[in-house]
């Protein structure tokens, strides 16, 4: 199973971007969908994730009230819209997936199987 990114690009301060995560299938029908992003220089944060069967959400507070993460799941699609962004938004941005489990928190980060190869963020 392979995750692909796209949407990326530069924008000035205070603009929007809407980044997209696609995979042909998944190995389970109730998954957890999470973004990502990893600043230059800075470690891997987890910052909003979903529930595809009831669409449960949660927010870094980073990011909280500017992003919106949103599941098509005819499509087998996750979204991120992005508004308001800063400079301290640049970063590669990632998706990931894993198998949804009650017992697990949304922001369990560590428990994302699935990976994209990322899209680079970039905020002047």
């Known amino acids: 199973v392979q995750l692909v990114e796209s949407g990326g690009g530069s924008v000035q301060a205070g603009g929007d971007l809407r980044l997209s995560c696609t995979a042909s299938?998944?190995?389970?029908?109730?998954?957890?969908m999470a973004w990502f992003r990893q600043p230059p220089g800075q470690a891997r944060e987890g910052i909003a994730a979903?529930?595809?069967?009831?669409?449960?959400?949660y927010y870094a507070d980073s990011v909280k009230g500017r992003f919106t993460i949103s599941l098509d799941n005819a499509n087998n699609t996750v979204y991120q819209q992005m508004s308001s962004l800063k400079a301290e938004d640049t970063a590669m941005y990632y998706c990931?997936?894993?198998?949804?489990?009650?017992?697990?928190?949304?922001?369990?980060?560590?428990?994302?199987?699935?990976w994209g190869q990322g899209t680079q963020v970039t905020v002047s």
């Open positions: 979903i529930y595809s069967g009831d669409g449960t959400t």
């Open positions: 299938e998944y190995p389970w029908s109730a998954r957890d």
């Open positions: 990931a997936a894993r198998k949804h489990m009650s017992i697990l928190p949304l922001a369990q980060w560590v428990a994302y199987v699935l």
